[in-house]
């Protein structure tokens, strides 16, 4: 005879009807668009500070910061209670949850945390995004290797990259790369600092049948380094994806990188690359950032965030991106 489920407290029963409504709702709206990963509650209620993204079965939940965990018996009270909140409203088995602890100021990107190591299952999985397939980690990393905020944008990559040469910046595992390839584009430079996500990122594209080759280079530099010297063989590609972190320091990097403090001659080595009419895709998660139109080249500047960020985001917020098309 099966145990009957012990109630829960008033308030993660309340986390756990939110997450089954809304798990409802985005059922529907994910076969309509092909999505099998989406977002199903971001600090939607007070108190209970947690981010839920369905991944095909799998749940990862960041658990932030919560003040009223006073000491490491609540801390631990309050993480055992939310878990099964979760497993109850997402009706959900023990070993399809992931729970990963996130500070409040530890945005992707940020410093060297995109690259720890945190665990070493290797719970990996693959899911689909269209008709697209991705390999994403659940266990071993803060984050998971597939930014779902970043959807609309990808999609738009794809639509636009048919016969053009494409290069993606700081590229993590490569997703804007599959999708360009999956559009038809002629060429496509991936570059990224880590050894990991780029074998990440080939292991992507072999999951849709598109291998490495002259014209599809994988690079492994750092990308400021790297953009200094390519940007002496003047404009190259058509269409850029720039996504930089918002901060990032590593033995590896010749100097810091701060997108605040740095964005004029990123910007600047990005209207270098880009041919005259061709697109950049800028995009930041830093909070604060302010597009700078006075370090600006001559870019015609259409802000994108509207539209590129998801309808599963309840946060508006969760980017900034803009379209820059180079003039002259």
């Known amino acids: 005879m099966t145990a009957e489920p012990q109630p829960l407290p008033p308030d993660l029963d309340q986390v756990a009807n939110r997450l089954a409504r809304v798990q409802r709702m985005r059922r529907k709206w994910a076969k309509r668009i092909g999505a099998t990963c989406w977002r199903i509650y971001e600090k939607d209620l007070p ?16 658990a932030l910061d919560r003040t009223r965990n006073e000491t490491p018996e609540q801390e ?16 959900l088995p023990e070993d399809r949850l992931w729970l990963k602890r996130r500070a409040r100021q530890q945005g992707r990107h940020a410093g060297a945390g995109q690259y720890d190591r945190l665990d070493q299952r290797a719970a990996l999985k693959t899911v689909r995004e269209e008709t697209l397939l991705f390999e994403v980690n659940l266990s071993d990393y803060l984050d998971t290797g597939l930014f779902l905020d970043h959807r609309p944008l990808r999609q738009r990559v794809g639509a636009e990259a048919a016969g053009k040469r494409v290069l993606n910046l700081f590229a993590y595992t490569g997703a804007f790369t599959v999708h360009a390839r999956a559009g038809g584009a002629a060429a496509t430079t991936t570059v990224d600092l880590s050894k990991t996500y780029l074998a990440w990122a080939e292991r992507n594209l072999a999951l849709n049948g598109f291998p490495a080759g002259a014209q599809h280079d994988l690079v492994r530099a750092d990308c400021l380094a790297w953009l200094a010297a390519a940007a002496a063989n003047g404009p190259r590609w058509d269409v850029i994806v720039c996504d930089p972190p918002t901060f990032s320091s590593s033995t590896a990097m010749r100097h810091d990188f701060s997108i605040e403090r740095d964005q004029g001659r990123l910007l600047t080595w990005l209207w270098t690359l880009v041919r005259p009419g061709g697109t950049v895709w800028f995009s930041t998660n830093c909070r604060g950032f302010r597009l700078d139109l006075s370090a600006l080249p001559k870019f015609a500047v259409e802000e994108a965030s509207a539209w590129t960020v998801p309808e599963d985001f309840r946060n508006r917020k969760i980017h900034q991106s803009w379209r820059l098309v180079r003039q002259g």
């Open 47 to 62: 108190d209970q500070p947690l981010i839920v993204d369905w991944y095909d079965g799998d749940v990862v939940v960041w």
């Open 76 to 91: 631990t009270a309050w993480l055992d209670g939310i878990q099964a909140a979760v497993r109850r409203g997402l009706d």
